[in-house]
C-alpha cells in the first residue's frame, strides 16, 4: 500500500484523523477564497489534479465544460436542486414527495444537535456539501465528541471555496438527520443517472463501496455495461443487478432535470421502491477522472454548453 493509501485508510478509518484532515481542507479552501479569483481558483484546482491547464476559452471535453460552467451559468435552480433540504420541496412541487426519505431533524448549529432524541440509527448529513456524511448504525458506537467537532467544521466550511462550485456559494449550512435505509444487499446502492439536455445517457452503479471488491460500473438504458469509468475501470466480471424500477427513475429523473444543461440525478431503490438521493452538477468537481481518459473528450460531445448569464 502506498503512503497516499495510507493516508486516505487512515483518514477514512480514524474520526481524529478525519477531523484534522477537514480543518485542513477548511483552511485551504478559506486561503484559496481569499486568494484566488473564480478563475484563478478553477485553474489551479484543475491543474492540481490533471497536471494541466483547461481550456476555459473553446472547452470541448466534459471536465472543461464543467469548469466553464462554474464560471459562466448561474441558475438559481441549481443551488435550490444542490441543496439536500431544499430540493425537498423541490421534488414535492414536482408531485414526487413519496419518493423522499424521511426527516429526523434539521439543524442550523451543531448545539442543537440532541443525539438522545435520534434512533439507534440514522444518517448525518451536511446539507450544503458533498461527501460530508456520517452513517450511523449504532449511535452507542460513536465518540459523539469528535463527530461534533467534524460536524462544526462542516457548518463553517463552503464547497464553494477551493472549486468554485457556484451553486453551493450562497447555500445555507445545515445538518440534517436521516433515517438509516438498506437495500436487499445489505448495504444501500445508489443509481447515478447522468442526464444531459434533459435525457438520461448512462447509469453509475457502485457494488461493494468500502470493501477490497469494489465495483463501479455504468450502464446503458437497456443496463448493457458500458466501457468507461470513474476513478475506476469498469468491472464486467461483477454483476450488479439493475434496479427494478430503472425505466420509472428514468422518466422521474428527466422531469427533475427539466431544461438545465447537465445534472447527475441519484437514487436508491429499497424493497422495489424509489427513493430520491440528490442532484449533483459537478460530480468530483466537474475534475478529468473519467478512465479511460479519451472519454472525457467523448462524453464532452454530449454537454451542450447553455448561453452564459454571467
Same mark, same amino acid.
Given at each position: 500500500?502506498s ?15 478525519? /477531523?484534522?484532515?477537514n480543518?485542513?481542507?477548511?483552511k ?15 485553474i489551479?484546482?484543475?491543474?492540481? /489534479?490533471?497536471?494541466? @491547464? ?6 470541448k ?10 464560471l ?18 423541490y421534488v414535492?412541487?414536482?408531485? /414526487? ?7 429526523l ?23 450544503? =456539501? ?11 458506537k460513536?465518540n ?14 463552503n464547497?464553494?471555496w477551493p =472549486? ?6 450562497n447555500?445555507?449550512p ?5 433515517p438509516?435505509?438498506?437495500?436487499n444487499?445489505g448495504q444501500?446502492?445508489d ?18 463501496r ?15 455495461i458500458?466501457?468507461f469509468?470513474?476513478?475506476?475501470k ?9 434496479p ?5 427513475m ?7 432535470? =427539466? ?5 447527475r440525478?441519484d437514487?436508491?431503490? @429499497? ?17 478529468p ?5 479519451e ?13 452564459a448569464?454571467v
Open positions: 500500500m503512503l497516499k493509501s495510507k493516508l486516505v485508510h487512515l483518514k477514512n478509518s480514524n474520526p481524529f484523523a478525519y /477531523y484534522l484532515w480543518v485542513q481542507q477548511k485551504k479552501g478559506d486561503k484559496a477564497l481569499r486568494e484566488l479569483s473564480d478563475q484563478e481558483a478553477v489551479s484546482l484543475y491543474k492540481t /489534479y490533471s497536471g494541466r @491547464v483547461p481550456n476555459l476559452d473553446n472547452p471535453t466534459f471536465s472543461e465544460k464543467q469548469q466553464w460552467m462554474k459562466n451559468y448561474h441558475n438559481p435552480l441549481m443551488t435550490t436542486c444542490a441543496d439536500k433540504y431544499e430540493v425537498r420541496q414535492t412541487q414536482k408531485g /414526487y414527495a413519496h419518493l423522499l426519505n424521511g426527516v431533524g434539521v439543524y442550523d448549529k451543531i448545539e442543537q444537535l440532541d443525539v438522545a432524541q435520534l434512533p439507534a440509527q440514522f444518517v448525518l448529513k451536511a446539507t450544503h =456539501g458533498s461527501g460530508w456524511n456520517l452513517v450511523c448504525t449504532d449511535k452507542s460513536i459523539w465528541w469528535i463527530w461534533k467537532k467534524i460536524m462544526n467544521v462542516w457548518l463553517h466550511n464547497i464553494f =472549486g468554485r462550485e457556484w451553486p453551493y456559494k447555500m445555507k445545515r445538518l440534517i438527520a436521516e438509516f435505509l438498506k437495500d444487499s444501500l446502492m443509481f447515478k443517472l447522468f442526464c444531459f439536455s434533459g435525457k438520461v445517457h448512462f447509469i453509475q452503479a457502485n457494488k461493494g468500502g470493501t477490497d471488491n469494489h465495483a463501479q460500473n455504468f450502464y446503458d438504458l437497456d443496463w448493457n458500458l466501457p469509468g470513474k476513478n475506476l469498469p468491472r464486467p466480471d461483477i454483476d450488479i443487478p439493475a427494478v424500477n430503472l425505466k420509472e428514468a422518466r422521474i429523473a428527466v422531469d427533475l432535470v =427539466g431544461d438545465l444543461p447537465f445534472v440525478v437514487f436508491y431503490e @429499497v424493497d422495489d421502491k424509489i427513493i430520491f438521493g440528490e442532484m449533483t452538477f459537478y460530480p468530483k468537481s466537474g475534475l477522472d473519467f478512465t479511460p481518459p472519454y472525457d473528450q467523448i462524453l464532452g460531445d454530449l454537454l451542450i454548453l447553455p448561453k448569464t
